[in-house]
Every structure is written in C-alpha cells, then in structure tokens.
C-alpha cells in the first residue's frame, strides 16, 4: 500500500480552526461523530488539499471562514515507518505545496468520482458506469478527462472565430486571399508558371494518396474489429453448444428419475383427475357420515341396554318379601283401628246430639247430630271397603319388575339389529371402496383418505416434473436459437469481409489484414515522396522571388503557410492522439472490464447474500445485474438499496484493478450503509474490509451500530472520534 494518510490538520476550515484528526491505519478506518460533528466537513477538507478548494458558487457552502483563507495540512506515512511526509495547502494560485506526489497519479474527477463516496453519489446513476469504468482504466489522469480537453483543443482549428489564431478556416481565408495577391503579381513571374504548375499538381496527388491510406485505415480497423467480433463469435458457439448438450443431459436424468417415480404408485390412482378425485372424497365423506350414523344408533342402544338391565337387576335386589308382608299387615291394624274408631265415636256423638235436638225441638241441633250420624255411616262403609279391597302395594311392584324387564329384552332387540346394521354398514362400505378403486383399503375410510392424499402427491410430482421439463426445453430452446443467430453472425460477419463460409478462418482473416497493411505502408512510402518534391518546389518559388513585393508576398504566403501546415500538423497529432485514446479506452475496457465485472460479482453477491450473483455489460453497452434465480435487470429496476449496493461493488471492484491510479490518496465514505438493512449492511462492511486490504478506507459514520458492524468486519480497523 505505500503511503497512507496518518493526520490532517486544519488550520482554517469551516468552523475549524487549528484542529489536529488522527490517527488514521494504513487499512480501515472508521471515524465516529455525532450529527454536525465534521464529518462532511472533514471529506470536504481532504479534496480540497489535494485538489484545491471549492470556488464560491450559488448557495454552495465553500467552507471560506471569515475573514481568513482556508488552509491545512495532510501528514502522510509510509508502511514500513520511514519517509514520512505532508502535503499543505492556502490559496489555489499557490498550489499543493510540500509531497505534491501523493496527487500525481490521479486528477480532480476520478478523486470525485471514485474516491469520495456519499450515500448520494451511490444513488447517482445517471452515465456512472462509464464515468467508473474510464476513471478506473489505470491511467495517472482521467482519459475522459483528457479526451474532453482533446476535443476542445479540436475544436479551435476548426472554429470560424476571428479570434482563433488556430482555426484552419481563418487561416484558410487568409491563404485565399494571399492567393489572389500572388495572382495579381502573376505577369513578372511568368518564368516561374511550370514550377507553379507542378507544384499546383502535386497538391491532389497528395490528397489523393492521402484519401487512399484513410480508406486503407479505415479497412484495416473494421477488419481489426470484426476478426475481434469473429473471435469471440466462434468462442460463444462452442459454449452455446456445451450447454446445450448438457441441457439434454438434465432432461434425460429428469426422465430417468420420473419413470422410477411412476414405478412406486399404482397407476389406477396416479392417473385420476383432480375432479375425479374430490368426486370419490365426495363420496367416501357420504360413506363416512353413514357409517358414523351407524356408530352412533350402535353406541346409543348399548347405553339403553346397559341402562334398563341395571334398573331391572337393581330392583331385584332391593327389598325381601317377608319385611314388605310385615309392613303391610301394621299398615292394616292401623286402617282397621281408624276404620271403629271413627265410626263410633261420631255416632255417639251424634245420636244424643240428634234425640237432644227432638226433645227441645231444636231444628239445628237435630240436623247436627243428624250429620254426625250419617258421617259415622259413610266412615264405617268406606272402611269396611278398605279393610276387604286387595293391596295394591305388593302388585304395583310386580308389575314394575315385569315392565323393566321387558324394556330390557326390548333395548337387547335394537341393539342386536344396530349391530347387525353395523356389520352390514362396513361390508357396504369394503364394497363401496373396492368399486372406487380403493380395494387397498379394505373397510378403513381413513385409509381411503391416505390413498387419495398419495394420488394427489403423484400428480404434483408429475406437474412438478412437466414443469421442469419445459423450463429444460425452453432453456435449451432459447441456446439452440441463440447458437443460431451466433452463426448467422458469423457467416455474415466473413461475408463482409469478402470470404466464403468454408473458407473463412480467423488464420485467413490474419493474413487479408497483412496484406492490407502492407498496401498502407507502400502507399504511405509514396506520399512521403511526394513530399519531400513538395516542399522541394515550393524553396524553389519562394527563391525565385525577385521584387520586393513579390518577396513579401512570397514571404506572407511562406509564413501563413507555415502557420496553417503547423495548424494542420497540430491538428493531425491531436486527431491521431484522440484515435489513440479512445483506442486505450477501448482496449481497457476489453481487457480489464471481465476482471472488474468478475470481482464487481462476487462484491455484489457478498453484500446481498447472494441473491444478486452477476455484474455484466449488454450487448448494447448498458450495466445489468442477475439474482440466483438467473433473473436479468438493469439498474433503474432495483431498488434503492440494492442500486446503491450494485455502485459500491463496482467502485470497489474497480479500486481494487486500478492499483496504480491514487496509490497514497485515502478512499473517504461518507455514511455510505444508512440505506442498507442489518444483513446487507453486514456484506458491505466484508466488502470495504476487502478494499481495505488494498487501500486506505476512511468511512465516516453518525450510527453507532455501523462501528459495531465495521469492527465485526474488520477487527483490526482504526478507530477514530470526531
């Protein structure tokens, strides 16, 4: 790693003053400070040292403290504890002052873009991939950078501004009027017509030459591409056809397993519909109330039977005959008592009462004693009655007797019919299940049940295998189309390079470019000739000048000459430096893009668990991402989280392959986990501990639980309290 960062001081910055922070681990760092602390402050601070401060613009807070000028300091350290070193910074006239290395190997945009991280950065995806991707190519500066100044500085030579000294139309309009002052003087120089002519001819060999070798440039880079297009066409094939041959192999191992599946359940029941099947459950369920019906009449006329033989068997046993004959004949000398009793002493109340009555004439007194008589009468009869009736104490109890037996033998009936019901019940139901194809089960309803659960298993394992199947087939499906269209491509891709099918090789393409290149380098010999006469007669005219104004036209027209083939030559390098630049991004992005893109994957995949496995580049130049499931989708489709996610792994990714781009500069993250839940937060911090094995990782964090997480991550990181 080299140089880290170990202190920052800043002298006056914002609302700081002569305040000193560290120090900080050549690895992972992580700097803790409440809200308002300093955190953006101390981001803000780094830039600025390194790459000057913040120009006043709008409501942007610059920092600028009043009435003084920012200023501070970076200490730097080296790993094995020598060389330290520091790098300052006032005003931006003045510069980095001190170790001005540490910014050598990276310019203002790549430091923004890769190197300071904000939740809103990550957020940011407008044009970022290539932003990262060309900030990342392992170059000192940014190319997207340089190519922009490229095509500004382009753009001057071909400005019609009075102000562009460079600008090949002005110096073009200059030379056409030149021209027609040289013409003017045209009669005193008539000897010199045939050097002119000559000269004037050699102009469109010239052009025409050149015209030549941009075709042949131009052909030679689209062969270039397409022997590049055919290489990788001709490498997708052969890939496109293992996997296709082992899709075959997983269909025939699929349709291996299913017949062994079939082998083990009978077919009379793996082959019944779903309705089929609700049908017999529709049925055993009608069977299953009958037979509880059965049950429940069989339970019901064993607990009346039980019931009516305990009451007969319990009045058996209840008293002897000898005590009820003793009580009864009691009951009767009590009756007959009470039968003379009564009688005689109404009547002896009655009669003297009734004569008593007759002898004083008494009408109320004879009908008294008149009653009493009668009432003594009628008591005497009615126990004359009673003492001769039969007891009905010792009948009524043997009726009882014979009554409860005869409920008994009749409750002994229905329970014999119940259970005759019963078995006849359970032979219906052996009959019905035998008829529904459920022999198996015999009489058991929840066996029946079990067998059709067992169907029901069959048939989702056959949807199952019909599923997977057809997921195989399309799979496969979609491959053989794809290896379709890739020969297409490549017999259109020979065909318009001129060769036949068979035999167009990549060894024939080779050679057809060698040729080309050959024609080039023989046509370029040729204009150099014509050159060297070019100039050879353009000395001769302007030495055969003989007046003055001839020779200060020759002389005007030499030094605008000059100017415009310096402009054009300018001109031509810069085009030929853009060609070059473009062509090192190209080649970056086609050789150490994989490399990225794989590392970007397995990042991406650490952060979420894996449900988000791959990074890669469409077809058509746009980022994509696929989950687990083999599922493909561009970044505007993912949510916020998971966007943010997608961009770390890729700054990391891309940190990590562009090892020679900032090697002392720290990367700063500025509460860049807010977004992400427990679990993806967890990812993350693997991921920066990652990175900080190979850069100096500053995050900055207001959350007390990302410190926690972090020190999981990273047991060794340097901790640090605003």
């Given amino acids: 790693?080299?140089?880290?960062?170990?202190?920052?001081?800043?002298?006056?910055?914002?609302?700081?003053?002569?305040?000193?922070?560290?120090?900080?681990?050549?690895?992972?760092?992580?700097?803790?400070?409440?809200?308002?602390?300093?955190?953006?402050?101390?981001?803000?601070?780094?830039?600025?040292?390194?790459?000057?401060?913040?120009?006043?613009?709008?409501?942007?807070?610059?920092?600028?403290?009043?009435?003084?000028?920012?200023?501070?300091?970076?200490?730097?350290?080296?790993?094995?504890?020598?060389?330290?070193?520091q790098a300052s910074r006032i005003r931006n006239a003045d510069g980095l002052q001190g170790d001005t290395s540490v910014a050598d190997d990276i310019d203002r945009e790549t430091y923004r873009t890769m190197f300071s991280l904000t939740s809103d950065e990550l957020r940011n995806t407008t044009?970022?991939?290539?932003?990262?991707?060309?900030?990342?190519?392992?170059?000192?500066?940014?190319?997207?950078?340089?190519?922009?100044?490229?095509?500004?500085?382009?753009?001057?030579?071909?400005?019609?501004?009075?102000?562009?000294?460079?600008?090949?139309?002005?110096?073009?309009?200059?030379?056409?009027?030149?021209?027609?002052?040289?013409?003017?003087?045209?009669?005193?120089?008539?000897?010199l017509k045939r050097e002119d002519r000559e000269f004037a001819e050699l102009k469109p060999q010239r052009d025409e030459l050149l015209a030549k070798i941009g075709d042949l440039n131009t052909a030679i880079e689209t062969l270039k591409a397409n022997r590049k297009t055919l290489e990788k066409t001709e490498a997708d094939e052969v890939e496109l056809q293992e996997k296709i041959a082992d899709l075959r192999a997983q269909e025939e191992s699929l349709r291996c397993e299913h017949r062994l599946a079939q082998r083990e359940h009978p077919e009379e029941l793996a082959g019944i519909t779903a309705t089929e099947e609700r049908h017999l459950r529709d049925r055993i369920e009608a069977l299953a109330v009958?037979?509880?019906?059965?049950?429940?009449?069989?339970?019901?006329?064993?607990?009346?039977?039980?019931?009516?033989?305990?009451?007969?068997?319990?009045?058996?046993?209840?008293?002897?005959?000898?005590?009820?004959?003793?009580?009864?004949?009691?009951?009767?000398?009590?009756?007959?008592?009470?039968?003379?009793?009564?009688?005689?002493?109404?009547?002896?109340?009655?009669?003297?009462?009734?004569?008593?009555?007759?002898?004083?004439?008494?009408?109320?007194?004879?009908?008294?004693?008149?009653?009493?008589?009668?009432?003594?009468?009628?008591?005497?009869?009615?126990?004359l009655i009673m003492l001769f009736k039969p007891g009905r104490k010792g009948d009524e109890r043997s009726q009882r007797v014979q009554d409860r037996h005869w409920v008994m033998l009749q409750d002994k009936k229905k329970l014999e019919a119940c259970l005759a019901e019963q078995e006849?019940?359970?032979?219906?139901?052996?009959?019905?299940?035998?008829?529904?194809?459920?022999?198996?089960?015999?009489?058991?309803?929840?066996?029946?049940?079990?067998?059709?659960d067992e169907a029901k298993d069959v048939r989702a394992e056959n949807a199952l295998y019909m599923q997977r199947k057809q997921a195989l087939v399309s799979r496969r499906t979609a491959l053989e189309e794809s290896l379709e269209k890739a020969r297409e491509m490549r017999e259109s891709l020979y065909a318009e390079i001129g060769m036949r099918r068979e035999r167009g090789t990549l060894e024939a393409v080779d050679a057809f470019i060698a040729r080309k290149t050959r024609q080039r380098e023989g046509l370029m010999e040729t204009s150099e000739h014509l050159n060297r006469r070019y100039g050879e007669l353009r000395q001769l005219l302007s030495q055969a000048k003989?007046?003055?104004?001839?020779?200060?036209?020759?002389?005007?027209?030499?030094?605008?000459?000059?100017?415009?083939?310096?402009?054009?030559?300018?001109?031509?390098?810069?085009?030929?430096?853009?060609?070059?630049?473009?062509?090192?991004?190209?080649?970056?992005?086609?050789?150490?893009?994989?490399?990225?893109?794989?590392?970007?994957?397995?990042?991406?995949?650490?952060?979420?668990?894996?449900?988000?496995?791959?990074?890669?580049?469409?077809?058509?130049?746009?980022?994509q991402v696929t989950d687990a499931l083999r599922t493909v989708r561009e970044p505007v489709h993912l949510s916020l989280g998971t966007c943010q996610q997608l961009y770390l792994a890729l700054r990391i990714a891309l940190l990590v392959t562009a090892d020679n781009v900032g090697r002392a500069v720290p990367i700063i993250a500025d509460d860049i986990l807010v977004n992400f839940d427990s679990q993806r937060r967890a990812g993350a911090a693997k991921a920066l501990a990652q990175l900080a094995r190979h850069r100096q990782v500053i995050l900055l964090t207001c959350h007390e639980e990302i410190v926690e997480t972090m020190r999981v991550a990273d047991p060794g990181l340097t901790e640090v309290v605003l």
């Fill in 1 to 85: 790693m080299g140089k880290y960062l170990e202190h920052i001081k800043m002298d006056a910055f914002g609302a700081f003053s002569n305040r000193l922070i560290g120090p900080f681990g050549p690895g992972m760092n992580v700097v803790f400070g409440r809200n308002e602390a300093g955190k953006t402050t101390f981001a803000q601070f780094v830039g600025g040292v390194l790459f000057g401060w913040e120009e006043a613009r709008g409501q942007r807070n610059t920092y600028k403290p009043d009435n003084a000028e920012r200023a501070g300091t970076l200490f730097f350290a080296n790993e094995d504890g020598t060389g330290d070193s």
């Fill in 127 to 191: 044009d970022v991939t290539a932003k990262l991707l060309t900030a990342g190519s392992g170059t000192g500066a940014s190319p997207a950078h340089a190519l922009t100044a490229l095509q500004e500085r382009l753009a001057q030579f071909t400005s019609r501004a009075a102000a562009s000294e460079k600008s090949l139309v002005k110096l073009e309009s200059e030379q056409d009027e030149l021209r027609r002052r040289i013409a003017a003087e045209s009669d005193r120089v008539e000897r």
């Fill in 290 to 383: 009958q037979e509880a019906k059965s049950e429940h009449a069989v339970d019901l006329a064993r607990d009346n039977y039980a019931t009516s033989r305990a009451a007969y068997e319990a009045m058996l046993e209840t008293q002897d005959e000898q005590n009820e004959a003793i009580r009864a004949r009691r009951q009767q000398r009590v009756q007959i008592g009470l039968s003379v009793a009564l009688p005689v002493a109404f009547m002896f109340a009655g009669i003297p009462l009734f004569m008593h009555g007759r002898e004083i004439t008494s009408l109320s007194f004879t009908a008294l004693g008149f009653f009493l008589v009668l009432v003594a009468v009628v008591l005497a009869a009615a126990s």
């Fill in 424 to 452: 006849h019940q359970r032979q219906a139901v052996q009959d019905d299940l035998a008829a529904m194809g459920l022999s198996e089960a015999k009489d058991s309803l929840r066996h029946a049940r079990a067998l059709l």
């Fill in 546 to 623: 003989g007046e003055r104004s001839f020779d200060e036209l020759k002389l005007e027209a030499q030094q605008l000459k000059t100017r415009r083939d310096e402009a054009a030559m300018e001109f031509a390098k810069l085009l030929l430096a853009r060609h070059m630049l473009e062509a090192a991004i190209a080649s970056w992005e086609s050789k150490s893009q994989p490399e990225v893109y794989a590392r970007a994957s397995e990042l991406l995949s650490l952060m979420t668990d894996g449900k988000w496995v791959k990074v890669s580049m469409s077809a058509d130049g746009r980022l």
